[in-house]
């Protein structure tokens, strides 16, 4: 059975991975659990997700984990990632900031396997 650690590098990779070929920067909960292969199990990348966010602390990276929200937010406009995230940054103005550090970073530069190993 695949453990957090396993779906948190695949969750990191895939992201990576979609960011270098096309200009989609959020994705909903559903949409990432597809992407990684895991339909239908939104529910379950809560862990997965906070090792992403160690992650990405541990390279200097953005952190993947506020781009990715919940569907109902997204066709709203409001992009609301989870109640971590918003914790982790402070309020809105930081977690606001932390997903312009994702939109605006150049991905393409990012070897995953150095950072995942």
């Known amino acids: 059975m695949a453990t957090n650690d396993y779906w948190a590098n695949r969750i990191f990779s895939e ?3 979609l960011r270098q070929s ?3 920067v959020f994705l909903t909960y559903g949409d990432l659990a597809e992407l990684i292969g895991r339909q239908g199990e939104h ?3 809560g862990t997965p997700l906070d090792l992403v966010r ?3 602390e541990r390279a200097n990276l953005p952190d993947i984990a506020t ?3 919940d569907q109902k937010s997204l066709k709203s406009g409001e992009i609301r990632p ?3 995230a918003l914790d982790k940054y402070g309020g809105w103005p930081g977690l606001r900031a932390e997903q312009g550090r994702v939109l ?3 991905w393409a530069a990012v070897d995953v396997e150095k950072v995942i190993g």
């Open 104 to 106: 605006a970073f150049d």
């Open 22 to 24: 096309s200009d989609m």
């Open 43 to 45: 529910r379950l990348l």
């Open 82 to 84: 989870s109640l971590k």
């Open 54 to 56: 160690a992650i990405c």
């Open 67 to 69: 781009v990715v929200v």
């Open 15 to 17: 992201y990576v991975k």
